[in-house]
Nanobody, 115 residues
Framework: QVQLVESGGGLVQPGGSLRLSCAASGTIGSVNSMGWYRQAPGKERELVARIIRGGTINYADFVKGRFTISRDNAKNTVYLQMNTLKPEDTAVYYC?????????WGQGTQVTVSS
């Protein structure tokens, strides 16, 4: 099994920045992708950014130019640097790790953008 532990959420003013971290542990094996999703109240969970095996990175259109995903393979950790945050970025952010046959989620970390 794989455990994902997120950290770094919180309250920030519009225009501010936050950095989320997600550390994977357990029997990780071969990873197809690792990344971040978010879910706002009353909305479906949506992809924010992910790193696919081989290094390809996908970003949702609504974060391009503002968010950057990166990873530290030695620490089995993925990061999401979020800049120029907007109120509409308010959501619970979830870390996700996909393997060939299964899929794991972190517990989620709340990001609130408000003045």
């Amino acid at each position: 099994q794989v455990q994902l532990v997120e950290s770094g959420g919180g309250l920030v003013q519009p225009g501010g920045s936050l950095r989320l971290s997600c550390a994977a542990s357990g029997t990780i094996g071969s990873v197809n992708s690792m990344g971040w999703y978010r879910q706002a109240p009353g909305k479906e969970r949506e992809l924010v950014a992910r790193i696919i095996r081989g290094g390809t990175i996908n970003y949702a259109d609504f974060v391009k130019g503002r968010f950057t995903i990166s990873r530290d393979n030695a620490k089995n950790t993925v990061y999401l640097q979020m800049n120029t945050l907007k109120p509409e970025d308010t959501a619970v952010y979830y870390c996700n790790l996909k393997r060939l046959l299964d899929n794991f989620w972190g517990q989620g970390t709340q990001v609130t953008v408000s003045s």
